[in-house]
């Protein structure tokens, strides 16, 4: 039985893809479909069903809009309502795609409804199971999420209910099995995850500490242990894909509307458009649009615009390369921030030549950085998470994690320099940026970031001490 995974880095996102005599089915897509059909089209074959494991919160589905241009009927498991036309699955019910079969396997715990399907090939012969965030490589998925929707849910109920799931519908499950999760490393729905994307299921009954022998109050405790706060976006993502959202194709026309500087600028000044630069690091740093955040297309890019854009209804005005617009769009819609509103033709250059003001952040090197860490003893704000921060940091250092700066804006001087730096130079421009914007001037970034200085100067750091949770 083939199977194919198409995974998405930039979100750690596995979607996939199964076709059999002609029909074909997708499992969890991206917003953007138009891979999807161009795949059953290569084949020759009709997208029958959508499969959903459950309501995601890091992304937005393209469930729908498979639903409306290929005609797919979208199948969830029990306990479903979502707003829209789909089958509610019963568990145990099983689909024909082909002379393939899929079926419903309820594993209730990362939220009600999630589902775990089983491949079953032509012959009969069980194949795989595709599981969602039941069952990651490495981990099993958050059960903090759905309480953040459903208000009579707690993490401790849901938790339970995973292990019930576990136990219950997936031990017993066939050692020869291959597993396919819909996130690897990376991903904010699990603390864990492999780099790994499919494994065996007899391998991660050996590995998986969420698989070995523990009562449940001890699968509660290792569960929840190490969980922070989940990005603000993620309820905002579930009803999202629960009532529906607007065809990408009327968010492209809205989005793609290119403004030449005069334009960009009114725009800015007329709405309440944020300026969002996603050019890298270095070039932000070497110029910029005033008042704009900086959140690069070349990192993770969905995530942190998620973090730090607190409603997927603002509206946007982008700053990108030449060319990478429709990319930026793209990537903002799957995680449903919808409401781009036009971008800056010709891109920073063309607001540059045109004579408009614009600012820099100063940046220094590991050893610029540490000459003034020996002669001058600044203030150093370290803003990776707190997980990293333990593991090593600079001795004297101030850990505000950049998905909480917004709340310790207070305990950052203006009148006194100081110096930024994360792992290797993302997210301290992020910071940078906000802190811009914010009226903070007197500062400087460390290009490389920590990486750099631990292995280019002989700073002072804390003794490693390995990470317990990646969150």
């Not at 509610?88 to 009600?112: C, L, R, W």
């Not at 864990?192 to 500490?209: A, F, H, R, W």
Request: net charge negative; with cysteine.
């Amino acid at each position: 039985m083939k199977v194919e995974q198409i995974y998405t880095g930039c979100l750690a996102h596995a979607a996939y893809y199964i076709e059999n005599n002609g029909e074909a089915a997708v499992f969890d897509p991206l917003r953007e479909v138009e891979p999807y059909l161009e795949r059953a089209k290569k084949d020759n074959a009709k997208i029958k069903y959508v499969f959903e494991t459950h309501f995601h919160a890091d992304f937005v589905s393209g469930h729908l809009d498979l639903q409306k241009k290929a005609g797919s009927k979208i199948v969830f498991g029990p306990n479903a309502k979502p707003n829209y036309e789909a089958i509610v699955a019963e568990d145990n019910q099983v689909f024909n795609v082909g002379s393939y079969k899929v079926k419903v396997i309820h594993t209730p715990g990362h939220t009600m409804e999630s589902t775990t399907y089983m491949l079953i090939d032509e012959e009969g012969k069980e194949h795989g199971i595709i599981t969602g965030d039941t069952l990651f490589i490495g981990d099993v998925g958050r059960p903090d999420l759905a309480q953040h929707v459903v208000s009579d849910l707690t993490e401790e109920k849901l938790a339970g209910h995973l292990y019930d799931s576990l136990r219950n519908r997936i031990l017993p499950l066939s050692d020869d099995l291959i597993v396919y999760p819909n996130h690897g490393a990376g991903s904010a729905c699990g603390k864990m995850m492999s780099k790994e994307t499919t494994d065996t299921l007899g391998n991660q009954k050996k590995v998986n500490y969420a698989l070995q022998e523990m009562t449940k109050a001890e699968f509660i405790e290792a569960l929840l242990e190490g969980l922070t706060t989940p990005p603000g976006y993620f309820p905002q993502n579930v009803l999202m894909n629960i009532k529906g959202y607007e065809s990408l194709d009327s968010v492209m026309d809205r989005a793609t509307q290119a403004l030449d500087p005069v334009a960009f600028e009114a725009a800015a000044n007329e709405t309440a458009a944020l300026v969002l630069d996603t050019r890298d690091a270095a070039d932000f740093a070497k110029g910029f649009i005033p008042n704009s955040i900086n959140i690069g297309l070349e990192g993770s890019f969905a995530q942190w615009v998620g973090e730090m854009i607190p409603s997927v209804k603002q509206e946007i005005l982008l700053v990108t390369y030449p060319d990478k617009e429709e990319e930026a769009i793209t990537r903002l819609s799957r995680v449903g921030y919808d409401n781009a509103i036009g971008f800056l033709k010709g891109g920073f250059a063309s607001w540059k030549n045109s004579g408009k003001e614009y600012e820099t952040v100063q940046r220094i090197g590991p050893k610029e950085f540490e000459k003034a860490y020996n002669e001058e003893k600044p203030l150093v704000i370290d803003v990776r998470k707190k997980s990293e921060f333990d593991s090593e940091h600079i001795i004297g250092a101030l850990n505000i994690p950049l998905n909480e700066i917004n709340q310790h804006l207070a305990e950052i001087p203006k009148d006194k320099p100081f110096i930024i730096h994360c792992a290797g130079g993302y997210r301290s421009m992020i910071a940078a940026s906000i802190l811009k914007q914010r009226g903070w001037d007197d500062f400087v970034d460390i290009a490389g970031g920590f990486k750099e200085v631990a292995e280019n100067t002989s700073v002072a750091k804390s003794d490693y001490v390995c990470p317990t949770t990646m969150l």
